[in-house]
């Protein structure tokens, strides 16, 4: 749509969004505010969407297309980032592109994850969009003036995006500004796969510490994100969780899989680290081989090498797994109807604790059980506990890994079902109800 937009017609109750995920974009990332928006006029407000005109996604998805109401505007601005340099680079040295779960690599790198790190660590602080920033304030200033905004929300990662919003805020002090945290900043785990100087490290907190002290509201999506923000920027942070559309699961049903069916949707690197559930899989399969022509274990979406080798290494485990492309969003909510166990591996790293994925809500909405790994006294866990959804074990827990797999393939021989969940708070629409009423500078219950 254009971005001149009259406003005659249009409710006072306005709101600029500044997102760099948006359809065709596909993937978790922009799950959260495509729902937000899709609910946000049938609460009374008009959502002015401001993403890029050709931004460098790793997924697309259509199919999501679907979900943007009618009264959204949605503004493209064109933006330049550096990631043709990078491929450029690889280019002259022979390789093939990184792929990006091979950048984020903890172990052993080489020299392309070397110099990638580098380069991204220290010359691009916050993030590579950070060339968006500026043209974006100076074209946002008109729109927001020329259609009388008062409303502005920032969303990252990327963190850039934030800097707009600081820039746009110093410009127009009576603008009321939420910036909402997906992901941490300056603690954010991504950051320390890459080779990051003192200097870049201090960049990142004095960037984050004037977004969370010049917002008028701060808001994130797990309690421990909450709790780290408020230590940081010195003020309350809200709590708005990711969750699941109701209306994508009017017609869920769920079929009787021929093979035990477990799967993990999305990203495998090396932070989200499956191996750990694997070799405790391969040691029961190996107990018992007769489970093996009825077990299936299916990654959709974005794995690296490392896991892939890892897999092609192990004949029991190469035997029953496979890997799929990532898959649009209407196809993914098939499979939750032909799956048995839902996987959910969190990161091993010093935030894990508030590791909240947004694929875990619709793991909920699923009623499939959730099987994870991570902190066993994390923010997911205190979730899956008080829904009854499922477990998560310490990556450590080899035998309790073992017995809650023979338990679990028990229940699918025998078919029995789980008790039923109270996931309700969980649900776009309710959880658009608490956005509403922070953009209202209303108190959360």
């Known amino acids: 749509m254009s971005a001149e937009a009259s406003t005659s017609e249009r409710s006072e109750k306005k709101v600029l969004i500044i997102a760099y995920y948006w359809p065709p974009s596909g993937g978790s990332g922009v799950q959260r505010w495509l729902k937000f928006v899709k609910y946000l006029p049938k609460l009374g407000w008009t959502p002015f969407v401001f993403t890029p005109e050709n931004p460098s996604y790793q997924i697309k998805d259509d199919s999501l297309m679907k979900d943007v109401p009618p009264e959204a505007e949605v503004i493209r601005f064109p933006i330049w980032e550096p990631y043709e340099l990078f491929n450029s680079l690889s280019a002259l040295t022979g390789k093939k592109q990184v792929k990006q779960t091979d950048l984020v690599a903890t172990e052993k790198k080489s020299f392309m994850q070397r110099v ?172 018992q081989p007769d489970m093996v022509k009825n077990v299936k274990v299916e990654f959709i979406g974005s794995v690296n090498s490392v896991f892939r080798e890892f897999i092609a290494a192990e004949p029991v485990l190469s035997s029953v797994v496979r890997f799929t492309e990532p898959i649009s969003h209407g196809k993914l909510l098939q499979t939750y109807g032909e799956t048995d166990v839902q996987l959910l591996v969190l990161a091993h790293t010093a935030i894990a604790p508030g590791n909240l994925p947004g694929k875990l809500f619709e793991y909920l909405a699923s009623g499939n059980f959730i099987f994870g790994t991570g902190p066993s006294s994390g923010d997911a866990a205190d979730i899956l506990s008080q829904t009854g959804a499922g477990v998560i074990l310490e990556r450590t827990d080899t035998d309790g890994m073992e017995r809650v797999i023979r338990e679990r393939y028990q229940h699918w021989l025998h078919g029995t079902d789980g008790p039923p969940r109270n996931v309700e708070r969980f649900t776009r629409r309710r959880l658009t109800e608490r956005l509403v009423a922070i953009l209202e500078d209303r108190q959360l219950s």
């Open 116 to 287: 990638s790190g580098w380069i991204r660590g220290n010359l691009f602080v916050p993030d590579a969009r950070i060339f968006w920033v500026k043209p974006s304030v100076e074209f946002l200033s008109d729109i927001l003036k020329s259609n009388q905004i008062h409303t502005l929300v920032t969303t990252g990662p990327p963190h850039s995006l934030h800097l707009i919003g600081l820039r746009l805020k110093k410009r127009f002090p009576e603008l009321r500004w939420i910036a909402d945290f997906r992901d941490p900043w300056s603690e954010w785990d991504l950051l320390d796969t890459f080779s990051m100087s003192g200097w870049a490290k201090r960049k990142h907190q004095r960037l984050e510490r004037q977004v969370l002290q010049t917002a008028d509201r701060v808001m994130t999506i797990a309690p421990y994100h909450v709790a780290r923000l408020e230590q940081l920027g010195g003020k309350k942070v809200d709590l708005v969780t990711n969750g699941f559309d109701e209306d994508d699961f009017l017609i869920h049903q769920h079929r009787k899989t021929e093979q035990w069916t477990l799967r993990h949707i999305g990203m495998v690197d090396q932070l989200r680290d499956p191996r750990p559930f694997m070799l405790a899989l391969k040691n029961v399969l190996v107990a």
